[in-house]
């Protein structure tokens, strides 16, 4: 079976490539450039070098292929996250690279695409349990994964199957900004900001890797499904986590209104209570995460060392 993959050099990417040849797929991966190429070859993946926004290179690429996990993003730095013109190119993957990636896909008759969005697009929740169905209020950065989406869906309307999956947070070994985050700890700041007692879902880096290739196993899963680990906690309880985590008695939470100037209506995503269930991927297609929750998951941290 031949599995087609962008962005697969990323924080997501690379456990999800090293996952895939774990279990004996053939990866052929989107290079574009000689540097991804060389990464994607060490990894074990046939690199193609193709751009999402060259309709005919990527025919060529996806050709032969029975399934896509489209993981390509482009994530403005946190300096710049303000910044409108930050997300441009982001945006750009999302709406005209998916577009354009559906469009090949389809010409080649591909089984099945997998789009993993991002849960934070749901509005406030309080804590409540959020799911697929529930309330969305995506801010002007978010708008173009909700166009994924609906691509991803039109897929499906054509005869593939088209799954898209709301990561929450992702955290783990293979992501740098877990770096940043218990970096700001070790000085002694939280990086989830909001209200305390609001729900900040994460998962797992492996664990979103495991997700994403039960949706391309299991047969006739399509639809929207949410990615978390099992027990989202509040922002409070994390603050404790990593201070125990970085030796320092306690870590301080930026407040709440000083964040939200600082955010701004872009991020204010941010500051969103989201306690997100993983219930409905679980029963459809059997998975559950390795790491159930953040405590289990800064432990691991710390016992490779990165804590």
């Known amino acids: 079976m031949i599995i087609f993959v962008t962005g697969g050099t990323g924080a997501l990417g690379t456990p999800t490539v090293a996952l895939l040849r774990d279990c004996g797929y053939q ?32 025919a060529a690429a996806v050709r032969g292929a029975d399934a896509i996990l489209h993981l390509a993003t482009r994530i403005a730095p946190q300096s710049k996250a303000w910044r409108r013109s930050a997300w441009v190119e982001n945006d750009r993957i999302r709406a ?3 577009r354009n990636l559906v469009e090949a896909a389809l010409a080649a008759g591909v089984g099945a695409l997998v789009y993993p ?22 801010t002007d950065i978010l708008r173009s994964t909700v166009t994924a989406e609906e691509e991803v869906s039109r897929f499906g309307a054509h005869g593939g199957r088209g799954v898209v999956l709301r990561i929450a947070g992702i955290y783990g070994p293979h ?20 209200p305390a007692g609001g729900y900040e879902s ?21 639809g929207v499904y949410d990615i978390a680990d099992d027990r989202p906690l509040t922002r409070a309880e994390i603050a404790d986590l990593l201070a125990a985590a970085v030796g320092r008695p306690s870590v301080r939470r930026v407040p709440t209104a ?11 995503f941010f500051l ?9 991927f679980r029963d459809a297609a059997g998975w559950a995460p390795e790491v159930k929750d953040a405590a289990d998951g800064l432990l691991r941290l710390g016992a490779l060392g990165l804590s």
């Open 27 to 58: 990866v052929r991966a989107l290079a574009s450039s000689a540097g991804s190429a060389r990464m994607l070859a060490d990894a074990g993946a046939e690199p193609v070098r193709a751009s999402l926004f060259d309709p005919e290179s990527l």
């Open 96 to 98: 005209e690279g998916t």
């Open 117 to 138: 969005s991002f849960a934070p697009i749901y509005a406030d929740g309080g804590d409540q349990w959020l799911s697929a169905g529930s309330p969305i209020a995506p």
């Open 175 to 194: 992501s740098a900004s877990t770096r940043d985050v218990l970096a700001l700890a070790r000085k002694g700041f939280s990086a989830f900001v909001g």
């Open 202 to 222: 994460v998962v797992w880096d492996e664990d979103a890797a495991t997700a994403l290739v039960a949706a391309v196993e299991t047969d006739g899963l399509s």
């Open 258 to 268: 000083l964040a939200r100037l600082l955010l701004g209506k872009r991020l204010a």
């Open 272 to 280: 969103r209570s989201q306690r997100i269930s993983n219930q409905q």
